[in-house]
């Protein structure tokens, strides 16, 4: 039940930067010369998925909250919810094309991407853990 609250608080507080996001992709789009002009529907299904998308990625960390799951299945969790979200945002909302090359290279560079970010993060967490223990 607390992860399942921290899910939430943290979607929350992170789906606020999903419009902004968004506006962000929309204005690369036009000045890129892929978009000239936009539907209703388009932009209020571009609203609500990456609000969606960015309530699920602020949220999918709280799996690392869970102290029963090891470090493997955590990352394996937090991955799965944060690339298939990703990835069904882009098809949905026609940004990528529905080709295995194409989703291959998403993937790819996906993986890198969440594994640079992976990285940073645990190295630093694991520095402060050293101070705080260092003090200790």
């Known amino acids: 039940m607390k992860v399942a609250k ?3 608080l ?3 507080i992170a789906a606020g930067f999903g419009p902004l996001i968004l506006a962000i992709v929309y204005y690369c789009l ?6 000239t002009n936009l539907s209703v529907n388009e932009v209020a299904w571009g609203i ?10 602020g949220g999918a960390g709280a799996v690392f909250t869970i102290e029963k799951l090891s470090m ?10 944060i690339y298939f979200t990703l990835l069904m945002v882009y098809l949905l909302n026609g940004w990528m094309t529905p080709s295995w090359i194409v989703i291959g290279i998403f993937t790819l560079m996906f993986i890198i991407g ?3 970010i992976w990285t940073i993060i645990y190295q630093s967490v694991k ?7 260092a003090k200790l």
């Open 10 to 12: 943290r979607g929350l």
């Open 114 to 116: 969440y594994f640079i």
């Open 30 to 35: 036009h000045q890129a010369g892929i978009i």
């Open 127 to 133: 520095k402060s853990i050293k101070q705080i223990n």
């Open 6 to 8: 921290k899910f939430i």
């Open 72 to 81: 493997k299945k955590a990352t394996t969790i937090d991955f799965i919810l």
């Open 48 to 57: 609500f998925s990456t609000f969606l998308l960015a309530f699920v990625q």
